[in-house]
């Protein structure tokens, strides 16, 4: 535990309570929390479940059969890849998945390859594992894409997991189907498993469509790949995801959650299987507020100075401060000095340093007010 620093968002939770007690107006854009509401049918299901009196009892830990065939069934549709039972498993969010797998994979002595700048849970599941990590950067000047090139011999030889994100946390970057495939590719040729962590497939603009690792062919002899319903359904907080793909890797992961969770509430999954399975088409008018959100912010921070991409999925913004600011001090002017609360690059990955995140779950007027407030400070702080 002494090796785990506190998460981050805990840290500025504390910060922004005592803010707002002294009469500070903060407005954040810092956790990818969505702030708009889950369609009118997920809710309906969520009430209709719940006033059902069987439905509160202790559920199977790896979800319902008709929560893993909803999922299934969204896999068939959405990407064309068909699973079957053995190869879906709930997991209380993804983020629960995350961390685990690393429990159930990573010995000491053992790598995780880590994208860097990543979601802090890779590398932290991997170090209480006792295992170490090594980071694999995601450089501009390369898309944000790993180069499995460069990582040492005697690193690929102690690596037993590697992780992906694509639509990318924080950067926004996008993964074409030939990276994935060469991905597949290098993972089978190391004896890796390669952990894709794909929660926001579907938020993307422009035309934009993202694919499943799973859609590689071979990758469900190396891959495993999580799903949320967090950010696809609006449903932050829910607590529902699955872990889809090689069959041996979700059954030791369904085994090691057998014991450490029990399932989740009933309602909650059929809500979900509502989401998976109902009308599709709102989230792409929900798709629609994002990217006017997202306009808005690439302006604004454009004009105060920093160096921005338009993503082309996710819901965030990656910008780069200009040479030689340092992101946490900015980031901490910003919220001291102008009451906006931004993420330092830097708690993402080494890589991370001179970047900050912005979220785009504001609405947008108060998204403007920051954008006004972040110009008056300007791209070198105070």
């Known amino acids: 535990m002494a090796q785990l620093p506190p998460y981050f968002f805990h840290k500025l939770n504390t910060r922004i309570t005592e803010l707002r007690a002294a009469g500070r107006e903060v407005i954040r854009m810092d956790a990818g929390s969505p702030d708009l509401p889950p369609a009118a049918h997920i809710l309906s299901a969520l009430e209709r479940s719940a006033r ?23 896999y068939a ?3 064309g890849v068909q699973l079957d039972d053995r190869e879906t498993t709930l997991v209380i969010g993804a983020k629960e998945g995350v961390f685990n797998l690393s429990q159930a994979y990573l010995d000491p002595g053992d790598v995780s390859l880590v994208p860097d700048p ?31 090139d460069a990582i040492p011999a005697d690193v690929v030889r102690r690596a037993k997991l590697m992780w992906l994100n694509y639509p990318n946390n924080p950067t926004g970057a996008v993964a074409t189907p030939e990276f994935l495939a060469r991905a597949v590719g290098f993972a089978a ?22 694919p499943s690792i799973l859609q590689v062919p071979g990758a469900k002899d190396v891959a495993i790949e999580f799903h949320s319903v967090s ?40 809500a979900a299987i509502a989401a998976l399975t109902g009308d599709q088409a709102w989230t792409a008018e929900r798709n629609l507020h994002y990217r ?21 999925a996710a819901i965030y913004v990656w910008a780069r401060l200009p040479e030689g600011v340092d992101d946490v001090a900015w980031v901490d002017g910003l919220l001291e000095g102008h009451f906006v609360s ?7 990955g080494p890589a991370g340093r001179g970047y900050v995140r912005l979220s785009l779950c504001l609405a947008d007027t108060r998204l403007q007010e920051a954008a006004d407030r972040i110009a008056q400070y300007g791209s070198a702080g105070p």
């Open 52 to 74: 059902d009196p069987h439905n509160h009892g202790y559920q199977s830990y790896n979800g319902t059969p008709e929560y893993r065939a909803a999922w299934r069934d969204f």
């Open 77 to 79: 549709e959405r990407f």
């Open 118 to 148: 990543g979601y802090a849970p890779y590398s932290a599941g991997a170090r209480f594992a006792g295992a170490d990590v090594y980071y694999m950067p995601l450089r501009e000047t390369d898309a944000y894409l790993p180069d499995f």
């Open 189 to 210: 040729e190391h004896g890796i498993l390669v952990a894709h962590d794909a929660p926001y497939t579907e938020v993307t603009y422009d035309g934009y469509v993202a």
């Open 231 to 270: 950010k696809t359904y609006n449903m932050g907080g829910w607590r529902l995801g699955i872990a889809a793909g090689n069959a041996e890797a979700v059954g030791t992961l369904s085994r090691l959650k057998s014991n450490v969770d029990s399932g989740t509430f009933r309602g909650l999954m059929d």
């Open 292 to 312: 006017r959100r997202r306009d808005l912010a690439v302006k604004a921070l454009r004009a105060a100075g920093l160096v921005v991409s338009e993503p082309k």
């Open 342 to 348: 931004l993420t330092p690059g830097s708690i993402f």
